[in-house]
């Protein structure tokens, strides 16, 4: 019987990708004074494609900005001003906040477990104030672990003093999310994934409810 419903946070319950971009337009038109020689849609595109994905850490997209745009600001001055102001414009994943709430009201224990740096994904936290709606928040950087490996998921549920049997992770990545719960004994849905690809598929959140209607 499914007991707790686990999720990841980038991609997952975080629009990392819309937050990036209402950051990125923020940080423009902070600078837009010194920054006319190159346009906004520039920055966003060689940001994020500096950026892939969210791989490769900030001050190395930094300072490629630099070399790439010639910015005046010391890369480290917009590093911080990331680290400190991206959660700021933290938006949530359409249908997320409902899923989530809709899991709580059905009286399932939920949690988070994310790979990342603690201070950034702790502003995200914050912002979207999970802590609140969160039984248990495992970051990879605090729990010195990373998924996909079955023992940060078996810490989670072992937190939760729950069997893996027992608990549902949803991510959107197959090999970090999916396969890692599912390695770990836990029942795993791969949000917005593709069909066939040895994993089960939630096209979307709408169907989360049904699905654990299913299986509780
Ligand atoms: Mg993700």
């Given amino acids: 019987m499914m007991q707790a419903v686990l999720f990841d946070l980038d991609g997952t319950l975080h629009d990392r990708q819309r937050t990036l971009r209402h950051f990125l ?14 346009s906004k849609e520039t920055f966003m595109q060689q940001f994020e494609a500096y950026d892939q994905g969210g791989m490769v850490w900030k001050d190395q997209v930094y300072r490629q900005l630099k070399e790439e745009l010639h910015v005046s600001e010391h890369p480290d001055e917009l590093l911080e001003e990331y680290v400190e102001h991206v959660a700021d414009h933290a938006v949530w994943m359409e249908g997320a906040q409902e899923a989530l709430a809709a ?90 994934g593709e069909m066939n690809c040895g994993a089960r598929v939630l096209p979307a959140y709408e169907q989360l409810i049904s699905y654990l209607e299913e299986e509780m």
């Avoid at 937190?159 to 999310?177: K, M, N, R």
């Fill in 25 to 38: 337009q923020w940080q423009y038109e902070k600078h837009a004074s010194s920054w006319g020689t190159f």
């Fill in 103 to 192: 899991c709580r009201h059905k009286g399932l224990k939920t949690g988070l477990i994310t790979n990342g740096r603690s201070t950034l994904q702790r502003h995200v936290i914050g912002a979207l104030q999970l802590e609140q709606k969160m039984d248990v928040i495992l970051i990879s950087e605090e729990e010195d672990i990373r998924k996909p490996e079955a023992d940060i998921f078996l810490r989670a549920a072992d937190q939760l003093q729950l069997e893996p049997e027992a608990c549902l992770f949803v991510g959107d990545s197959l090999e970090t999310d999916a396969k890692g719960a599912a390695s770990a004994g836990m029942r795993s849905l791969w949000l917005h």
